[in-house]
């Protein structure tokens, strides 16, 4: 049984700065991308970032040059470092496993951007 397991969120002020963390338990041994997904208020969940197990990111543009996902394999852990936050970055972000056959999603967390 795989699953993930978030944690960071919390409310900030504008400008100010929060380290998700979601880590994986249980067994997996295929190679598997990882990802940090939104869901802001009346909208749509969208793609925030996605790595690889290689490395590769993809970035929304949205967060270009502020958010910083990074994978620590000896942990089994994805962060995602966000910094310069905005009001419109308020969302329930959530970390995703995708193995192809397979697909995990975590609980949420709750990021609150607001002064």
């Known amino acids: 049984q795989v699953q993930l397991v978030e944690s960071g969120g919390g409310l900030v002020q504008p400008g100010g700065s929060l380290r998700l963390s979601c880590a994986v338990s249980?067994?997996?041994?295929?190679?598997?991308?990882l990802g940090w997904y939104r869901q802001a208020p009346g909208k749509q969940r969208e793609l925030v970032v996605v790595i690889s197990n290689g490395g590769i990111t993809n970035y929304a543009n949205s967060v270009k040059g502020r958010f910083t996902i990074s994978r620590d394999n000896a942990k089994n852990t994805v962060y995602l470092q966000m910094n310069s936050l905005k009001p419109e970055d308020t969302a329930v972000y959530y970390c995703n496993l995708d193995a192809g056959y397979l697909e995990v999603w975590g609980q949420g967390t709750q990021v609150t951007v607001s002064s």
């Open positions: 249980g067994s997996i041994f295929s190679i598997y991308d």
